[in-house]
């Protein structure tokens, strides 16, 4: 007889997501690591479909299997239109859907399949994958669908959002393992009546090798003239939850470098807002700032990999937007690259959401609520009164950065993760005391 907790030969894994190398988009860049580094150990192919973000224009294949840095890519020609337009996002998304089941019918049979939620359909296919091949099934929930379409007003609360909820949390209770980034979804999902005992908490992550602290002779911020200005970023994607116009509200009151209250502070630097990356939101972003002449607001690309640690770091404070209807449905994980750069932040956010508690517990910077251009443009200007303040904040945020949210340390327990998934006698409770999710303590 077989013993089920003695350790599997061969581990096969599939992960199926649409973003991935060289896709530099935020998944495509977080499940390249993973999948590179999971390779020193698993047998790990992945389902990919066309790039939207390249920006050196790195060479690869468009369409067949490859092996890339030990993982085997299949690419699939789905359709790559703009993703502002409704109907592109959903034609990308069943294109590339479509494709890919089709791909799954020439590529060996794997044993763990793990669906990400580019689109958000894949739990979806990898439960019939579960129940054609016997294979196991995780659900790494990067969002939680279609929740957060319904929480943003981007689908209307009604029977066919309903019915897909019941069968997305169809395949959660199929699923072996069920992967979230904060607590706060994993609380989402469990009042929603999804087992708790599947749930794993692991956060996303940054590589604190490759961005790392680069405030002085900045490159970024001595080619964009700022090396006596006071520059408050957002660096990642611009979408249409993040409420980015309250922070061109705030540079509006700080344009000419006055208090809220119109009292003047003497010896203030000027005040640069950088906005870096892309999404459905920039180009009226970029609409606003020029209706208003806010020369104050610059807009820039996406920073390619290797000049994330300079972008990050010619900051003098991030901004980081948590919007309230969103808590339970999604993390804000560009917070880990801010931290690592070894930046304060600035979090628009609920009070009582796990974001907000940890920048408060960490002391790595200030919470601003929701809504509030005014509150915004005072703590900005607070900032750039009081920048001997910064210090101490910015060594903790590094300091918190190599502790908990580490690429090594997030890999590792995605690892014991599927380690557990082949060995049937692990359990999820002792998995997660070794993952520190973004809001316990220590």
Not at 51 to 70: A, D, F, K, T
Not at 166 to 180: G, K, P, S
Not at 416 to 427: E, R
Request: glycine share 6%.
């Amino acid at each position: 007889m077989i013993n089920p907790c003695s350790s599997v030969a061969s581990r096969s894994l599939l992960f199926l997501n649409r973003s991935y190398y060289p896709d530099e988009e935020a998944t495509g860049q977080l499940l390249t690591q993973l999948c590179e580094d999971l390779a020193a150990e698993f047998e790990v192919h992945v389902v990919a479909g066309q790039p939207c973000v390249n920006p050196l224009g790195r060479e690869y294949h468009r369409s067949g299997s490859r092996v890339h840095n030990g993982v085997t890519i299949h690419r699939v020609r789905n359709t790559r239109f703009n993703k502002s337009s409704s109907f592109g996002r959903l034609s990308n998304w069943l294109s590339y859907l479509g494709l890919s089941s089709l791909r799954l019918l020439f590529i060996q049979r794997p044993e763990v399949v793990i669906t990400e939620t580019d689109p958000p359909f894949l739990s979806v296919l990898g439960l019939l994958m579960k129940r054609a091949f016997g294979c196991k099934l995780v659900v790494y929930l990067q969002d939680i669908y279609p929740d957060i379409g319904i929480a943003i007003g981007r689908l209307r609360d009604g029977f066919a959002t309903r019915r897909l909820k019941n069968l997305f949390h169809r395949t959660y209770r199929a699923a072996d393992r069920i992967v979230v980034l904060s607590e706060d979804m994993r609380s989402g999902l469990v009042a929603d009546g999804v087992q708790a005992d599947k749930i794993v908490v692991i956060p996303n992550w940054i590589d604190c090798t490759r961005v790392h602290p680069v405030k002085r002779h900045n490159p970024f911020r001595e080619r964009n003239g700022w090396s006596d200005k006071f520059v408050v970023m957002h660096s990642g994607n611009m979408g249409m939850s993040q409420g980015l116009d309250n922070v061109l509200s705030a540079a509006v009151l700080l344009r000419e470098c006055i208090r809220v209250s119109s009292v003047p502070i003497r010896g203030l630097p000027e005040i640069v807002f950088a906005l870096v990356g892309d999404g459905a939101a920039r180009a009226g972003l970029e609409q606003t700032a020029r209706e208003k002449n806010l020369t104050n607001v610059q807009f820039f690309d996406y920073q390619p990999n290797e000049h994330l640690a300079e972008s990050l770091s010619a900051a003098d404070v991030h901004i980081l937007t948590q919007d309230p209807r969103t808590v339970r449905y999604l993390a804000p994980s560009k917070l880990y690259g801010i931290l690592a750069s070894g930046t304060p932040v600035i979090a628009i956010a609920p009070g009582d959401c796990c974001l907000a508690r940890m920048i408060r517990d960490e002391q790595v910077g200030y919470v601003v609520e929701p809504d509030n251009p005014a509150a915004l443009a005072d703590q900005i200007q607070h900032c750039a009164a009081s920048r001997d303040e910064l210090p101490p904040l910015a060594h903790r945020a590094r300091e918190l950065a190599l502790a908990r949210f580490d690429r090594s340390q997030s890999i590792r327990a995605f690892r014991d993760l599927l380690l557990s998934v082949f060995n049937p006698c692990s359990s999820v409770a002792s998995l997660e005391s070794g993952v520190r999710s973004p809001e316990s303590g220590g």
